[in-house]
Protein backbone atom coordinates (compact mmCIF):
# COMPACT_ATOMS: atom_id res chain seq x y z
CA UNK A 1 0.00 0.00 0.00
CA UNK A 2 1.55 3.32 -0.92
CA UNK A 3 1.49 5.77 1.86
CA UNK A 4 2.10 9.79 1.22
CA UNK A 5 2.53 11.74 4.27
CA UNK A 6 2.62 15.37 3.80
CA UNK A 7 3.32 18.68 5.70
CA UNK A 8 3.94 22.27 5.52
CA UNK A 9 0.26 23.83 5.31
CA UNK A 10 -0.79 26.60 7.58
CA UNK A 11 -1.79 30.41 7.81
CA UNK A 12 -0.03 33.18 5.91
CA UNK A 13 -0.91 36.96 4.73
CA UNK A 14 -1.05 37.66 1.04
CA UNK A 15 2.18 37.91 -0.29
CA UNK A 16 3.70 35.69 1.75
CA UNK A 17 4.94 31.96 1.32
CA UNK A 18 4.90 28.54 2.32
CA UNK A 19 6.59 25.52 1.24
CA UNK A 20 4.54 21.99 1.52
CA UNK A 21 6.37 18.67 1.23
CA UNK A 22 5.21 15.00 0.98
CA UNK A 23 7.08 11.88 1.26
CA UNK A 24 5.95 8.69 -0.15
CA UNK A 25 6.99 5.14 0.80
CA UNK A 26 7.87 3.36 -2.27
CA UNK A 27 9.06 5.32 -5.07
CA UNK A 28 6.53 6.80 -7.79
CA UNK A 29 7.17 8.71 -11.42
CA UNK A 30 4.96 10.80 -11.29
CA UNK A 31 4.03 13.05 -8.01
CA UNK A 32 2.45 16.48 -7.48
CA UNK A 33 0.16 18.97 -6.00
CA UNK A 34 -3.79 19.42 -6.34
CA UNK A 35 -5.89 21.36 -4.95
CA UNK A 36 -9.55 21.88 -3.22
CA UNK A 37 -11.43 25.05 -2.36
CA UNK A 38 -14.89 24.83 -1.07
CA UNK A 39 -17.30 24.78 -3.02
CA UNK A 40 -14.91 23.85 -5.87
CA UNK A 41 -13.51 21.01 -8.19
CA UNK A 42 -10.53 19.28 -7.40
CA UNK A 43 -7.73 20.85 -9.25
CA UNK A 44 -4.18 20.17 -10.54
CA UNK A 45 -1.23 22.72 -8.90
CA UNK A 46 1.49 21.21 -10.75
CA UNK A 47 3.02 17.72 -10.89
CA UNK A 48 6.79 16.47 -11.69
CA UNK A 49 8.05 13.03 -12.99
CA UNK A 50 11.05 11.71 -11.94
CA UNK A 51 13.33 13.04 -14.96
CA UNK A 52 12.02 16.48 -13.77
CA UNK A 53 9.41 17.28 -16.39
CA UNK A 54 7.05 19.50 -14.74
CA UNK A 55 3.40 20.73 -15.20
CA UNK A 56 1.96 23.51 -14.31
CA UNK A 57 -1.71 25.38 -13.84
CA UNK A 58 -1.72 28.45 -15.61
CA UNK A 59 -3.44 29.89 -12.32
CA UNK A 60 0.15 28.84 -10.05
CA UNK A 61 2.90 29.36 -13.05
CA UNK A 62 5.56 31.40 -11.86
CA UNK A 63 4.33 31.65 -8.60
CA UNK A 64 4.78 28.35 -7.46
CA UNK A 65 7.91 25.78 -7.41
CA UNK A 66 7.74 22.08 -7.57
CA UNK A 67 10.69 20.10 -7.19
CA UNK A 68 11.40 16.35 -5.77
CA UNK A 69 14.45 14.88 -4.13
CA UNK A 70 14.06 11.29 -5.64
CA UNK A 71 16.24 9.57 -3.14
CA UNK A 72 14.08 10.35 -0.05
CA UNK A 73 11.14 9.79 -2.47
CA UNK A 74 9.77 13.53 -1.35
CA UNK A 75 8.30 16.15 -3.63
CA UNK A 76 7.78 20.10 -2.67
CA UNK A 77 5.78 22.74 -3.44
CA UNK A 78 7.38 26.23 -2.87
CA UNK A 79 4.09 28.45 -3.03
CA UNK A 80 5.40 32.52 -3.10
CA UNK A 81 3.46 35.68 -3.80
CA UNK A 82 0.32 33.70 -2.45
CA UNK A 83 -3.15 34.85 -2.82
CA UNK A 84 -6.71 34.43 -1.07
CA UNK A 85 -7.81 32.66 -3.93
CA UNK A 86 -4.97 30.48 -3.28
CA UNK A 87 -6.80 29.07 -0.07
CA UNK A 88 -7.75 25.33 -0.32
CA UNK A 89 -6.61 21.80 0.82
CA UNK A 90 -3.89 20.59 -1.05
CA UNK A 91 -3.24 17.36 -1.72
CA UNK A 92 -0.03 15.16 -2.31
CA UNK A 93 -0.73 13.13 -5.61
CA UNK A 94 1.15 9.96 -6.84
CA UNK A 95 0.71 8.61 -9.89
CA UNK A 96 1.97 5.25 -11.35
CA UNK A 97 -0.20 2.22 -12.08
CA UNK A 98 -3.02 4.11 -10.16
CA UNK A 99 -3.22 7.37 -8.27
CA UNK A 100 -2.64 7.78 -4.88
CA UNK A 101 -3.40 10.64 -2.26
CA UNK A 102 -2.53 11.95 1.23
CA UNK A 103 -4.53 12.86 3.88
CA UNK A 104 -4.59 16.66 2.72
CA UNK A 105 -3.65 19.64 4.21
CA UNK A 106 -5.22 22.94 4.40
CA UNK A 107 -3.45 26.06 2.79
CA UNK A 108 -5.30 29.84 4.16
CA UNK A 109 -4.27 33.09 2.67
CA UNK A 110 -5.89 35.61 4.72
CA UNK A 111 -4.97 39.07 6.45
Known amino acids: QVQLVESGGGLVQPGGSLRLSCSASVSIIVMGWYRQAPGKQRELAATISTFGITNYADSVRGRFTISRDNAKKTVYLQMNSLKPEDTAVYYC????????WGQGTQVTVSS
Open 93 to 100: LGRGLRDY
